[in-house]
């Protein structure tokens, strides 16, 4: 079985930079969630993708989308990046679009705007 | 947006000893679920408990939740080194299009 993986695992961008971040989800998973850690925080939900569509948005500004493809696999791409955007990001794949089914996690991407 | 909080916010005891963790939330919930995060890596899964249960064990683990003050305890019992980690909650609230919600964890050090 093969867990979540992101990349890059580090990242440095510049403001105003645009940037996207990888997730392949876990095999027999169809459903992808994107979460935001700054330091000493708990993860805060972006969004969700199922079946190729966004099921759910948490409360960021359009210039974060995303996609899921075919295969599940998942991008996360961010407009205009801002210094406040400097964060772990993380990927979670499960099995169904509900919360009941506990989440798969990635290692994260750091991304450092500067 | 956090529903749940964690309380303390860090804990340090030595190796052998019980941790408890707490955690409250604001609105009614499907389940609570918590998960575990060691130092920048990503958080790993550890147990659920549905809205209908009260108490659920794992292992070293034994969470409990009681909804009608709206809490869950998260209890490690013979901590050992390798327990030190972030540990959060995190509830699928009923409603809303936001999915599984975050709190701020408790840091828990265990000293060998």
């Known amino acids: 079985e093969t867990g979540v993986t992101q990349s890059p695992t580090h990242l440095i961008k510049t403001r105003g930079q645009q940037v996207t971040l990888r997730c392949s989800s876990q095999s027999g998973h169809n459903t992808v969630s994107w979460y935001q850690q700054a330091l000493g925080q708990g993860p805060q939900f972006i969004f969700q993708y199922y079946r190729e569509e966004e099921n759910g948005r948490g409360n960021f500004p359009p210039r974060f989308s995303g996609l899921q493809f075919p295969n599940y696999s998942s991008e996360l791409n961010v407009n205009a990046l801002e210094l406040d955007d400097s964060a772990l990001y993380l990927c979670?794949?499960?099995?169904?679009?509900?919360?009941?089914?506990?989440?798969?996690f990635g290692n994260g991407t750091r991304l450092t705007v500067t | 947006s956090q529903q749940g909080e964690e309380d303390p916010q860090a804990l340090s005891i030595q190796e052998g000893e019980n941790a408890t963790m707490n955690c409250s939330y604001k609105t009614s919930i499907n389940n609570l679920q918590w998960y575990r995060q060691n130092s920048g890596r990503g958080l790993v899964h550890l147990i659920l408990?549905?809205?209908?249960?009260r108490e659920k064990h794992s292992g070293r683990l034994r969470v409990t939740l009681d909804t009608s003050k709206k809490s869950s305890s998260l209890l490690i019992t013979a901590s050992r080194a390798a327990d030190t980690a972030s540990y959060f909650c995190?509830?699928?609230?009923?409603?809303?299009?936001?999915?599984?919600?975050f709190g701020k964890g408790t840091k828990l050090t265990v000293n060998p």
């Open positions: 979670a794949s499960s099995l169904v679009d509900r919360g009941n089914s506990p989440l798969h």
């Open positions: 995190a509830t699928d609230a009923t409603g809303g299009s936001e999915k599984l919600v």
């Open positions: 408990i549905r809205s209908n249960e």
